[in-house]
């Protein structure tokens, strides 16, 4: 596992964007597993300064609401659109969001599933980490090996995401996720962390066991990692990398570049 220690939150897009130029620049059709929430933004933000012909990459986002209305602001799929697929100059048609507003969004999910493995799997997958640990909306008590369903979202999510709606009640109560064992089959999983109220969480995440009760902790499963976190969220690394003993830490404090 690489971990790159950085001053501030957009530091942090600044060096996940300069890893994902560098797998765009090798592979111009990679596929990218997109996510969003605060954490994630900066990464697009400076990933389109780059400049960079994305014409042929292919994207997936990692969840998506149950029951918004297409179209809905706040849908998941109205986000990818404004912050990555507009801002990158992606193909629209290359860009994948699980369809929360289908009839029947099992068999969605099942079908979103197949895409991705059809796609030929995802080759960086960005991440967030929610403050109970969960990856995507994967919550605590999720199977390690679970594939892209509806899930039922908990109420400290709902509370954390009700920033962004009108009330806390227009927070849908369910989501369609990549599962845990969808995401680790990714080639490369590219975490990006910040702020001071996720270092307790990302220091589960790494250096406690791998568990359901914290969904991140499959980090420690994968072969190829990278964290990229601010001072902040990292404030207790040092303790993880003395106790983590499956998996092994690289810290590059105060990295500008990649």
């Given at each position: 596992?690489?971990?790159?220690?950085?001053?501030?939150?957009?530091?942090?897009?600044?060096?996940?964007?300069?890893?994902?130029?560098?797998?765009?620049?090798?592979?111009?059709?990679?596929?990218?597993?997109?996510?969003?929430?605060?954490?994630?933004?900066?990464v697009?933000?400076?990933?389109?300064?780059?400049?960079?012909?994305?014409s042929?990459?292919?994207g997936?986002?990692?969840d998506?609401?149950?029951?918004?209305?297409?179209?809905?602001?706040?849908?998941?799929?109205?986000?990818?659109?404004?912050?990555?697929?507009?801002?990158?100059?992606?193909?629209?048609?290359?860009?994948?969001?699980?369809?929360?507003?289908?009839?029947?969004?099992?068999?969605?999910?099942?079908?979103?599933?197949?895409?991705?493995?059809?796609?030929g799997?995802?080759?960086?997958?960005?991440?967030?980490i929610?403050?109970?640990?969960?990856?995507?909306?994967?919550?605590?008590g999720?199977?390690?090996?679970?594939?892209?369903?509806?899930?039922?979202?908990?109420?400290?999510?709902?509370?954390?995401?009700?920033?962004?709606?009108?009330?806390?009640?227009?927070?849908?109560g369910?989501?369609?996720?990549?599962?845990?064992?969808?995401?680790?089959?990714?080639?490369q999983?590219?975490?990006?962390?910040?702020?001071?109220?996720?270092?307790?969480?990302?220091?589960?995440?790494?250096?406690?066991?791998?568990?359901t009760?914290?969904?991140?902790?499959?980090?420690?499963?994968?072969?190829?990692?990278?964290?990229?976190?601010?001072?902040?969220?990292?404030?207790?690394?040092?303790?993880?990398?003395?106790?983590?003993?499956?998996?092994?830490?690289?810290?590059?404090?105060?990295?500008?570049?990649?």
């Open positions: 596992m690489e971990f790159f220690v950085v001053p501030d939150a957009a530091s942090t897009g600044a060096i996940a964007a300069g890893i994902l130029a560098a797998v765009i620049r090798s592979k111009p059709e990679a596929v990218l597993g997109l996510a969003t929430g605060g954490s994630p933004l900066p697009y933000a400076a990933l389109a300064a780059h400049r960079l012909d994305m042929g990459i292919r997936f986002a990692l998506e609401y149950v029951g918004l209305p297409a179209g809905h602001p706040q849908s998941y799929a109205e986000v990818i659109r404004r912050e990555v697929t507009e801002r990158l100059h992606l193909d629209p048609a290359r860009v994948s969001v699980p369809a929360g507003a289908a009839v029947d969004p099992e068999r969605a999910a099942a079908a979103y599933d197949a895409a991705i493995a059809q796609a799997g995802i080759d960086v997958q960005i991440l967030g929610g403050h109970n640990g969960h990856v995507a909306f994967n919550e605590p999720s199977a390690l090996d679970s594939r892209t369903r509806v899930e039922a979202l908990t109420e400290r999510t709902r509370q954390a995401n009700a920033r962004y709606f009108s009330s806390p009640d227009d927070v849908p369910r989501c369609i996720t990549q599962g845990l064992g969808t995401i680790l089959e990714a080639r999983l590219l975490l990006v962390v910040s702020g001071a109220d996720k270092a307790d969480i990302l220091h589960t995440a790494l250096s406690g066991p791998v568990t009760d914290c969904p991140a902790s499959i980090l420690q499963l994968h072969p190829h990692v990278t964290v990229v976190a601010d001072e902040t969220a990292a404030a207790r690394l040092g303790s993880a990398s003395a106790s983590a003993e499956t998996t092994p830490v690289t810290v590059r404090t105060g990295a500008v570049g990649v």
